[in-house]
């Protein structure tokens, strides 16, 4: 039962990888870039980021535009770390 269950995870997390190369396809053309983003990613991060790509495309989109070949992957990468780890606020008392 348990190897049937990974096995789901393991389909389930293919699938959302698919799909965010699909979605970074939206942001960059370069399938090279692409590949280097998804794989700074878990499966589960990746599932993060899909519920939070509406935002990410949105922020990302008037941060640099569509296709900019001056932002790398890592930079990429960071600014998704930024959407999905926001820093928490500083509460001074």
């Known amino acids: 039962m ?4 990974r096995t789901y995870i393991k389909i389930s997390e293919l699938n959302n990888i698919k ?6 396809k939206e942001l960059v053309r370069q399938d090279d ?13 990746i599932f993060v980021i899909l519920k939070n790509f509406p935002k990410i495309k949105t ?6 535009g569509y296709d900019n070949r001056r932002v790398n992957a890592g930079e990429k990468t960071e600014f998704i770390n930024k959407i999905i780890n926001p820093p928490l ?5």
Not at 2 to 5: E, F, M, R, W
Not at 33 to 45: H, L, P
Not at 59 to 64: G, P
């Open 33 to 45: 870039v692409i590949e280097d983003v998804v794989k700074s990613y878990n499966g589960k991060t």
């Open 89 to 93: 606020p500083l509460i001074i008392q």
């Open 19 to 24: 799909t965010f190369k699909l979605a970074l």
């Open 2 to 5: 348990k190897d049937l269950i």
């Open 59 to 64: 922020d990302f989109l008037e941060q640099y």
